[in-house]
């Protein structure tokens, strides 16, 4: 079975993650979302790694091959542990591909027995971030093209925390 890992912080996850997530899972038999808990952006997140978890969780949900997990510690020691052949990530501009290089290359001097695979942001998604979905939502525009429903959700009984 060919696993793939797909890792983030994932606050919040975008359309532009579940476009990724989704053609990985064409690729690979399973991808296990892995949300990081990365202890230096802690005091920055807007969601706990729970609430992280529970939103990756019912947006994957009906969907066959995908499996959520979390973890504090190294993705890629992670994914080595679930038994995973490569990382997935996602890349939106150069911008993107000059800090996944540096991370292509501690992950290979950790584990380089675990490949990465880069799949391109389609047009349509390229402006998405998690820190543009929430300055846009912080603003009152409508994210709901932008985000799975379960984190519109989320978003939207957490309304106060995101106003600047």
């Known amino acids: 079975m060919k ?9 919040p996850l975008t359309n532009g993650h579940v476009d990724v997530a989704l053609r990985a899972r064409r690729i690979f038999d399973k991808v296990i979302i892995i949300v990081a808990d990365n ?18 969780k019912e947006t994957f949900k009906d969907l066959d091959g995908f499996e959520v997990v979390s973890t504090t510690g190294l ?4 994914a080595r542990e679930l ?36 799949l391109m942001a389609h ?4 402006f ?15 994210i709901s093209k932008l985000v799975p429903a379960p984190v519109l ?5 957490k309304r106060d925390s995101f106003k600047s």
Do not use: W
């Not at 959700?153 to 009984?157: F, L, T």
């Open 3 to 11: 696993i793939a890992c797909y890792p983030g912080s994932f606050d």
């Open 39 to 56: 202890q230096d952006k802690k005091q920055r997140y807007s969601f706990t790694t729970e609430e992280r978890v529970e939103m990756a």
């Open 75 to 78: 993705v890629v020691k992670k």
């Open 83 to 118: 038994g995973a052949q490569a990382l997935i990530r996602g890349l939106r501009a150069v911008t993107d591909y000059e800090a996944e290089f540096q991370i292509h290359e501690v992950n290979e001097f950790i584990a380089p027995d675990i490949d990465m695979v880069y």
């Open 123 to 126: 047009r349509d998604q390229a």
């Open 128 to 142: 998405v971030s998690s820190s543009n979905i929430k300055e846009i939502f912080a603003h009152g525009e409508d």
């Open 153 to 157: 959700k989320a978003m939207i009984k």
